[in-house]
T-cell receptor, first 113, second 111 residues
Framework: DTEVTQTPKHLVMGMTNKKSLKCEQHMGHRAMYWYKQKAKKPPELMFV???????INESVPSRFSPECPNSSLLNLHLHALQPEDSALYLC????????????FGSGTQLSVL | TQLLEQSPQFLSIQEGENLTVYCNSS?????LQWYRQEPGEGPVLLVTVVTGGEVKKLKRLTFQFGDARKDSSLHITAAQPGDTGLYLC???????????FGTGTRLAVRP
């Protein structure tokens, strides 16, 4: 199993809503990542978890709250988002070590109204 | 500041043509990767290069890492419509460092 599964595939939410994005992998990877990708732009790193602990937060606003309940799951909790937060949110996982190979999910296309 | 600049930004070619995509930086990278992303999907890793001057081939794709490890190129021979997508280079400045993605090159191959 070399898949990273993200749900939902599409999400539309209002600025007062609370929603969560979910990501799951069963490759035994101990590093998991959240990226944000705007249309026609490269992915931008948001968070990195290493062995279920947050190791990198790229100065992401607190309206995005990551959570890693166990080594296979990664969540991104969303609250009070802005329209400019509309983007494709990608989850990835990798082994630890030099030059890690990132396995990406298909992403959640988020629209904030 | 974008550490990895790709050129061209967009390329539209006819099936069967050859093309080269460049990934340039003023910084030295310990490793560099190339990904391809199709619409509605996440990026998929194509190759990792770690040694200056290294050349790797993947069927019709040839990847090269610059001698000084500041740049890389991707050459596609006899492009096919299935090669259409967003090509991204990504580099790590030291072992275990986070990956920085390049600005991306959007390729369209017309049948």
């Amino acid at each position: 199993d070399t898949e990273v599964t993200q749900t939902p595939k599409h999400l539309v939410m209002g600025m007062t809503n609370k929603k969560s994005l979910k990501c799951e992998q069963h490759m035994g990877h101990r590093a998991m990542y959240w990226y944000k990708q705007k249309a026609k732009k490269p992915p931008e790193l948001m968070f990195v978890y290493s062995y279920e602990k947050l190791s990198i937060n790229e100065s992401v606003p607190s309206r995005f709250s990551p959570e890693c309940p166990n080594s296979s799951l990664l969540n991104l909790h969303l609250h009070a988002l802005q329209p400019e937060d509309s983007a494709l949110y990608l989850c990835a996982s990798s082994r630890q070590g030099a030059s890690p190979k990132l396995f990406f999910g298909s992403g959640t296309q988020l629209s904030v109204l | 500041t974008q550490l990895l600049e790709q050129s061209p930004q967009f390329l539209s070619i006819q099936e069967g043509e050859n093309l080269t995509v460049y990934c340039n930086s003023s910084s030295v990278f310990s490793s560099l990767q190339w990904y391809r992303q199709e619409p509605g999907e996440g990026p998929v890793l194509l190759v990792t290069v770690v040694t200056g001057g290294e050349v790797k081939k993947l069927k019709r794709l040839t990847f090269q890492f610059g001698d000084a490890r500041k740049d890389s190129s991707l050459h596609i021979t006899a492009a096919q419509p299935g090669d259409t997508g967003l090509y991204l280079c990504a580099g790590a400045r030291s072992s275990g460092d986070k990956l920085t993605f390049g600005t991306g090159t959007r390729l369209a191959v017309r049948p």
